[in-house]
């Protein structure tokens, strides 16, 4: 299963409504990055940079762990 599927929907429909339009490469971007991958950890430093930089305030990393494992985006499922 693609990473893309492992991500909280609203976080998704977030980045569809406000990133698409604003930002579209960044969008294609952040899609690709996620639709390439199965693990979170299978990112790159700059897709998480990236994905990080266009998260909703609530979502956005409280600490390091959230930037390593990716808690703060993966459906409750999918936490480590």
Known sequence: ???INKIKPEILV???NE???KYSSSYKF???SLEEVEYYNDLTVDAIKTITAFLPKEYQP???L???Y???I???EYKL
Request: no cysteine; glycine share 4%; aromatic share 12%.
């Open 66 to 68: 959230d930037y390593f």
């Open 1 to 3: 299963m693609k990473l």
């Open 70 to 72: 990716g808690d703060n």
């Open 30 to 32: 952040i899609i690709t």
């Open 62 to 64: 409280k600490n390091e």
């Open 19 to 21: 990133v698409k339009v």
């Open 74 to 76: 993966l459906s409750k």
């Open 14 to 16: 977030e980045f569809h």
